[in-house]
């Protein structure tokens, strides 16, 4: 298996990879108040330029996923935060079968070649 190597982000993207401790933080517009991921230092939705990082509660649901089944089979998933904008990360920790769209996440992370990398775990009685 080849070696990962150290995620290194883009200087847009850097506050959020310091945010490892246990918390996901995401931009919000000030002008038009919607957050959004992934970090761009300007809103996509009306190209604002008054932004701030704010802290994410953690939660989110399933909005789709996909399941690869070589090797060591593993998820990915494209989750909805509590909060709104979606992000593509991994489902981990949980069996595979019981990954569904609208399924109750929470976050977690991963050390990734050196980085908290956020991935996403099945809440409640369904990962029970």
């Given at each position: ?41 300007f ?17 989110g ?68």
């Open positions: 298996m080849p070696e990962i190597e150290a995620i290194r982000p883009d200087r847009d993207a850097a506050p959020q990879w310091r945010s490892t401790r246990g918390a996901l933080i995401i931009e919000t517009c000030d002008d038009c108040a919607k957050p959004y991921y992934y970090p761009r230092g809103c996509p939705i009306c190209l604002g330029t008054n932004v701030r990082w704010v802290e994410c509660s953690g939660r649901t399933i909005y789709s996923y996909s399941i690869t089944r070589r090797a060591e089979p593993y998820a990915i998933a494209y989750v909805e935060l509590a909060e709104g904008p979606t992000i593509l990360s991994n489902i981990v920790d949980s069996p595979l079968d019981w990954i569904a769209i609208g399924a109750p996440v929470s976050l977690v992370f991963r050390d990734i070649g050196g980085a908290a990398v956020p991935m996403f775990t099945l809440d409640g009685e369904q990962a029970a």
